[in-house]
C-alpha cells in the first residue's frame, strides 16, 4: 500500500516561492500533484511518470510551477514560483499506479495535504 506524506506549505506573500515535498512510501508509481482551495473542487496541478521522464502541467501554473522526483530518497517535490493569490488552497499529492493521468478519480492513494496561502 502507497503511503504518503506531503510537507513543506506556509503564509507566503504573493510573488514569493515554495517547496511542497512528498515522501512516499509503497512502491514507486506515477505521481501528482492536486490542490483544492476553499469551496472549490479539487483540480489537477501536475503528474511526473514514475522515472521522470514524462511531466504534464494545469495550463495556471505552467511555467511557474516545476515538479520533480528523487527515487533514491522516494520524494516527490513541487517548486513553486511567483506565487499568486488565487494558489491559495491545500496541496495534495498523490500516487497513479497504472498511468500518468491528470484525473483525479484515477489517483489510487492521497496524501493527507499542506496548506498553502498566499497573500496579496
Known amino acids: 500500500q502507497v503511503q504518503l506524506v506531503e510537507s513543506g506549505g506556509g503564509l507566503v506573500q504573493a510573488g514569493a516561492s515554495l517547496r511542497l515535498s512528498c515522501a512516499a512510501s509503497?512502491?514507486?508509481?506515477?505521481m501528482g500533484w492536486f490542490r483544492q482551495a476553499p469551496g472549490k473542487e479539487r483540480e489537477f496541478v501536475a503528474v511526473?511518470?514514475?522515472?521522470?521522464?514524462?511531466?504534464r502541467y494545469a495550463d495556471s501554473v505552467k511555467g511557474r510551477f516545476t515538479i520533480w522526483r528523487d527515487n533514491a530518497k522516494n520524494t516527490l517535490y513541487l517548486q513553486m514560483n511567483n506565487l499568486k493569490p488565487e494558489d491559495t488552497a491545500v496541496y495534495y499529492c498523490?500516487?497513479?499506479?497504472?498511468?500518468?493521468?491528470?484525473?483525479?478519480?484515477?489517483?489510487?492513494?492521497w496524501g493527507q495535504g499542506t496548506q498553502v496561502t498566499v497573500s496579496s
Open positions: 511526473i511518470s514514475s522515472r521522470g521522464s514524462i511531466t
Open positions: 509503497g512502491g514507486t508509481f506515477s
Open positions: 498523490a500516487a497513479d499506479t497504472r498511468g500518468t493521468r491528470t484525473l483525479e478519480v484515477e489517483y489510487d492513494s
